[in-house]
């Protein structure tokens, strides 16, 4: 377990998002840590967080529908469009939040 130096008590959690394929391809990581404003991403150091994360936050660091569908709409499908010319699946293992079928439609 590695651990991202921050300024914020050791019980909270973040959670990290991480997509590849088959080929060992890997998309730029979505990492979520807990807080209210933009600010609470000050605590964290960016540098020693995987290699060029994309950084957001949440109440409680957890994933919600909103930031999925961001990540989904301007991570994911830019990455495959531009980046990686096959068809892609994605999978989302454990996901404990529901996705209504306009959300990702677009």
Same mark, same amino acid.
């Given at each position: 377990?590695?651990? =991202?130096?921050?300024?914020?008590? /050791? @019980?909270?959690? &973040? ?8 080929? +060992? ?15 609470? =991403?000050?605590?964290?150091?960016? /540098? @020693?967080?995987? &290699? ?8 409680? +660091? ?45």
């Amino acid at each position: 377990m590695k651990l =991202l130096p921050s300024r914020v008590s /050791s @019980k909270e959690s &973040i959670t990290v998002l991480v997509c590849g394929n088959a080929e +060992g391809l890997a998309m730029c990581p979505l990492v979520i840590v807990p807080g209210k404003t933009e600010r609470c =991403l000050q605590a964290y150091d960016h /540098s @020693k967080g995987p &290699i060029q994360a994309q950084w957001t936050y949440q109440e409680k +660091g957890y994933m919600t529908e909103k930031i999925l569908v961001d990540w989904f709409n301007n991570i994911f499908l830019h990455t495959v469009l531009t980046g990686f010319n096959h068809l892609m699946s994605l999978f989302l293992d454990q996901w404990a939040d529901h996705i209504h079928r306009h959300a990702m439609s677009t």
